[in-house]
């Protein structure tokens, strides 16, 4: 237990940074699902469309270094290749 005023102001801040992380973290994959949902829908501009802006979403993310740089790599390619698989 915090026992320290020290410690007890950094549990309070402990507490609202792990609620903004959560927060991103529920942002980036409802970005990734969004991707997902409009390549099985089979409409090719709007899954690019929507993949453009998770792009932005994703990397976001990453630069706040809520997901690490190669995870983010890892999403984008991943779904950069479901979209382009989509013509074929």
Known sequence: MANS????KRARQATKARAHNASLRSR??????AVRKAVVGGDKAAAQSVFSTSMSTIDSIAD???IHKNKAARHKSRLSAAVKAMAA
């Open 64 to 66: 706040k270094k809520i």
């Open 5 to 8: 005023a020290q410690a007890r």
């Open 28 to 33: 980036l994959r409802t970005a990734i699902k």
